[in-house]
T-cell receptor, first 115, second 113 residues
Framework: GAVVSQHPSRVICKSGTSVKIECRSL??????MFWYRQFPKQSLMLMAT?????????EQGVEKDKFLINHASLTLSTLTVTSAHPEDSSFYIC???????????FGSGTRLTVV | GQNIDQPTEMTATEGAIVQINCTYQ??????LFWYQQHAGEAPTFLSY????GLEEKGRFSSFLSRSKGYSYLLLKELQMKDSASYLC??????????????FGTGTKLQVIP
């Protein structure tokens, strides 16, 4: 099946700094990628839909200026958490449609800890 | 919006069969997915239903009834490694909106010897 590579897997940053998370589709082109956030013992919450070559579509309640999404190519989408605060500590995960499996493939996730 | 309900926790015995239910309410339904997620890991795709009926894939089967807004995941011959959270996810494109996938809160399954 298709593979989505996500980096970094873990990151610890200081409050007020920015962190960039990358998701790459390794063997297919992903015109659309989805970014989720998962807090402990909770389900995945869709943050935004990343569209190649155009602006991302954000879910209600998600701050566009805080969570910057860039989808400059068919194989790369990035999520930048700007001015991170401890409450942004979470598991961030991306996904893309796998046409072969007819399902959504997820990246391995990024555990962000803001101290 | 979408409402997706599934039990929070379930316990079953190794070798047995367990059924995890999911009910949903949405407009513009366009498919239902089941995922398995072990703690601290990314979800892995199990099944996809878009038409009514049963889809079987090895020890896992998934059923969908669109008219009832209901699905279940059936796990047979349970193994200890099946202990995980099982997420029901609904894809929909509401009128005037865009297509997206929404996840239920997940069912944490514990398999006991």
């Amino acid at each position: 099946g298709a593979v989505v590579s996500q980096h970094p897997s873990r990151v610890i940053c200081k409050s007020g700094t920015s962190v960039k998370i990358e998701c790459r589709s390794l063997d297919f082109q992903a015109t659309t990628m989805f970014w989720y956030r998962q807090f402990p013992k909770q389900s995945l919450m869709l943050m935004a839909t990343s569209n190649e070559g155009s602006k991302a579509t954000y879910e209600q309640g998600v701050e566009k200026d805080k969570f910057l999404i860039n989808h400059a190519s068919l194989t790369l989408s990035t999520l930048t958490v700007t001015s991170a605060h401890p409450e942004d500590s979470s598991f961030y995960i991306c996904s893309a449609w796998d046409r072969g499996a007819y399902g959504y493939t997820f990246g391995s996730g990024t555990r962000l800890t803001v101290v | 919006g979408q409402n997706i309900d599934q039990p929070t926790e379930m316990t079953a015995t190794e070798g047995a069969i367990v059924q995890i239910n999911c009910t949903y309410q949405t407009s513009g339904f366009n498919g239902l997915f089941w995922y398995q997620q072990h703690a601290g890991e990314a979800p892995t795709f199990l099944s996809y239903n878009v038409l009514d009926g049963l889809e079987e894939k090895g020890r896992f089967s998934s059923f969908l009834s669109r008219s009832k807004g209901y699905s279940y995941l059936l796990l047979k011959e349970l193994q200890m490694k099946d202990s995980a959270s099982y997420l029901c996810a609904v894809r929909a494109r509401p009128s005037g909106g865009y297509q997206k996938v929404t996840f239920g809160t997940g069912t944490k399954l514990q398999v006991i010897p």
